[in-house]
């Protein structure tokens, strides 16, 4: 499960920041960490349209 749990996107909110702030990070795996949350940014972003743009089509409203 812990490796699973390492692809989630939640780690990005604090604790990379901080792991990057405390430079606990080498080079190699700063990029690799930034480039994964660039990847998780893209994917939810894609998600994100989709599911308004659903949602648009979808709504409808009565009244003045």
């Known amino acids: 499960y812990a490796d699973a749990i390492q692809l ?3 780690k990005y ?4 920041p901080a792991a990057i702030l405390l430079e606990k990070y080498s ?3 700063l ?3 930034l480039g994964n ?6 994917a939810l972003w894609g998600i ?17």
Not at 48 to 64: D, E, H, I, M, P
């Open 31 to 33: 990029w690799l960490e």
């Open 37 to 42: 949350g660039i990847l998780w940014i893209i």
């Open 48 to 64: 994100n349209r989709l599911a308004l743009a659903k949602g648009v089509r979808r709504y409808s409203a009565f009244g003045g």
């Open 13 to 16: 909110l604090a604790f990379v």
């Open 8 to 10: 989630l996107p939640f």
């Open 27 to 29: 080079h190699q795996q």
